[in-house]
């Protein structure tokens, strides 16, 4: 047996950091302003605990564009390095000085915002640069160091003579990485992913009205007035904002700030969100970050790239799968955590344990939130109910946790306008809609226009009718009818009213079984048998004499199917069928039995037929010019 080592030697590593280390080539920039912003808090650490005497003052961050030299700088005023410490930090691939940092002042600058960790990001500016220059100086007392490399494993270190503290990285841009000297180009990768770093970032300059100048209103001698034209400054373009809200105490921000922040994260919106949730944990894992609720109406189909995730204020990208449960990436915001493992596949991402818990952590904290907004203002919260309801429809159908504590702030609207909790909803009707078995009944529309004249129906025995119109809403009634006890949902036109909430007193028929028969016979004539089931049913006098209905089970099914789900395609394809109830004490019902004439008996069921198919919005084309004519005929 031989044993031995497998030769990994720089020259075989460097070539292959270069091609996949990084699949976005664009990364570069962000690695480069990163290791900036870390040398930058590295030396406010040093400084704030006392370990050096140098002025912090008011470092930034310059990114330079030089076009004819074909060459892109990163100029910060951080800590530096002296000659030892390039060799040590530049030249060892994969060691992190980041970590090290962290690792020295373990306790004191848990909480710095360094960013670095995998001692990588720096070779990343090969990616783009075919030479790379590093110009450094310390802020300890030793001379400017200065770094060639041209992407062999092969560089050269010498002193240099640059005097202020702070590195400059000059990158000499590759021939086919020209894109990268564009300023529309730079400054986009720099909104990108540096809108929220912590240290200003200067990217050239702009002109300002100058702050300090006051315009004179000039009167000409016609007493026409002008204005004087405003002063201009010259400033420097600063294209970050290092104190964005999600950083902040939820104590020290007012409405208005999260609203200015919301529209500094998307300046194309231009709506105001509903309300927001400012996430702020740090143990078991760091978390921050605000989450906004759109207004959604009823599209379920809305934009679910809108949250972006943060580490340590670099943003990194805006697709949180698996972080954030599925039923919140409807929502808008941002989300910042060190924790989450990066580069990693969404699968192990999913099954990764402090994810997991974030994502936990998060639906708890919406629960939350949403109870309180309801406890507090409940009107509010009502008035913003339709907007909102999607979400956490959608969250009490696939987060068990979510459904559990919706109960706290689920709205059931009916519809008059009224808006119940579930409890309140069961108190309310469960004396006067509790069957004959002992269930109990809730009646729902779907469309209040359309199924209006069975909400009448139904409000004549007093019974309340929800208004549930969202397009998961079959779905979430058969999780409630499956986790609440003894209860069923009817839709109004599942049936007439009093076979939907059946109770025990039987309204008596007016027919003998003999006129029956000859009834039913009669429709069977005339009715087609493959479109509807034919019921008799002794009610209310006053009650329609035809009604068209479709039993609560093929609709919902239907409709689950259509909004997926279910996964059976069997009732996708099955006939439409409908039942019609036929009403045997009706007054018309007893003129069709006595009618003689057999045309007449006829006109009159086909027109009571074409009535009901009316009320449900079922008759359509040559059947309704024909019912119109027929109709003209008969009022003649
Ligand atoms: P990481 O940031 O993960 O530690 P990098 O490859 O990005 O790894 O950088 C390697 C190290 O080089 C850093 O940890 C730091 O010590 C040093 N370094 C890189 N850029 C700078 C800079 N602008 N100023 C000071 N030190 C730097
Ligand atoms: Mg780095």
Redesign the pocket.
């Known amino acids: 047996m031989t044993k031995g080592n497998i030769n990994v030697s720089v020259e075989n590593i460097f070539p292959l950091i270069k091609k996949f280390l990084y699949s976005d080539h664009e990364i570069f920039l962000r690695?480069l302003i990163?290791?900036?912003t870390?040398?930058t808090l590295k030396l406010k650490h040093l400084t704030n605990i006392g370990e050096t005497k140098v002025e912090y003052g008011h470092p930034k961050i310059e990114i330079k564009i030089d076009k004819e030299g074909k060459k892109l700088h990163i100029i910060?005023q951080?800590?530096?390095?002296t000659a030892e410490?390039v060799e040590k930090?530049?030249n060892q691939i994969a060691?992190?000085?980041?970590?090290?940092f962290l690792d020295k002042y373990k306790d004191s600058a848990k909480d710095s915002g360094i960013?670095?960790?995998?001692?990588?990001?720096?070779?990343s500016a090969f990616m783009v640069a075919k030479k790379v220059e590093i110009i450094?100086k310390s802020y300890k007392d030793a001379p400017a160091a200065h770094w060639t490399c041209d992407g062999s494993p092969e560089f050269s270190l010498e002193t240099a003579d640059k005097t202020d503290r702070g590195?400059e990285?000059i990158l000499h841009i590759a021939d086919d990485s020209t894109e990268f000297l564009e300023d529309s180009r730079i400054r986009e990768l720099l909104l990108k992913y540096n809108k929220f770093m912590p240290i200003p970032i200067k990217f050239g300059t702009k002109e300002i009205n100058d702050p300090e100048f006051t315009p004179k209103t000039i009167t000409d001698k016609d007493g026409k007035e002008t204005k004087e034209e405003h002063k201009k400054i010259t400033v420097d373009d600063i294209i970050n904002n290092p104190n964005p809200a999600w950083t902040k105490q939820p104590a020290d921000l007012e409405d208005k700030d999260y609203k200015d922040f919301y529209h500094e994260l998307y300046p194309m919106q231009f709506e105001e969100p509903l309300f927001n949730i400012h996430l702020n944990v740090d143990y078991p894992f760091n978390l921050t970050g605000i989450l906004y609720f759109p207004k959604m109406g009823q599209d379920m189909n809305i934009q679910k790239d809108k949250i972006q995730l943060y580490q340590n204020q670099v943003y990194v990208t805006d697709n949180v799968e698996g972080i954030v449960p599925e039923f919140l990436t409807m929502l808008r915001g941002v989300i910042d955590s060190p924790d989450i493992p990066l580069n990693v596949s969404r699968s192990y991402l999913q099954a990764d344990g402090a994810v997991k818990k974030i994502s936990s952590y998060i639906t708890r904290k919406v629960a939350d939130k949403l109870k309180s907004l309801f406890n507090n203002n409940r009107e509010e919260f009502e008035a913003k109910w339709n907007d909102i309801k999607i979400v956490i429809e959608y969250g009490m159908l696939s987060e068990d946790k979510f459904f559990e504590k919706s109960d706290d702030f689920a709205l059931y609207p009916t519809v008059d306008g009224k808006y119940y909790t579930y409890e309140e909803l069961f108190n309310k009707i469960k004396a006067n809609q509790t069957d004959k078995d002992g269930k109990l009944i809730i009646l729902y529309t779907s469309d209040k226009e359309a199924q209006h004249s069975y909400i009448e129906a139904a409000k004549s025995k007093n019974y309340e009718v929800l208004l549930l119109d969202s397009p998961i809403v079959s779905h979430l009634i058969q999780k409630l009818e499956s986790t609440k006890e003894n209860i069923s949902f009817a839709r109004v036109d599942g049936d007439h009213i009093d076979n939907l909430i059946k109770k025990e007193e039987n309204t008596i028929s007016k027919l003998d079984e003999a006129q029956q028969k000859t009834l039913e016979d009669l429709l069977k004539e005339i009715i087609p048998s493959e479109k509807f089931m034919v019921q008799l049913e002794a009610m209310d006098s006053a009650a329609n004499p035809f009604i068209i209905t479709q039993p609560e089970f093929m609709r919902r099914m239907k409709e689950m199917q259509a909004t997926g789900g279910g996964g059976i395609n069997m009732f996708g394809s099955m006939p439409e069928m409908y039942n019609l109830i036929v009403n045997t004490n009706s007054d018309l019902v007893s003129e069709i039995l006595a009618t003689k004439a057999k045309k007449k008996q006829e006109r009159l069921i086909t027109q009571s037929l074409d009535l009901a198919r009316l009320s449900q919005g079922l008759l359509k084309g040559e059947e309704l010019t024909n019912f119109i004519k027929r109709s003209y005929e008969m009022i003649k």
Do not use: K, V
Request: net charge negative; proline share 0%; glycine share 18%.
């Open positions: 690695e990163s290791n900036a870390d040398a910060d951080g800590l530096g390095m410490e930090y530049i060691f992190s000085g980041a970590e090290e960013i670095g960790h995998f001692g990588l990001g720096f070779y450094t590195t990285i």
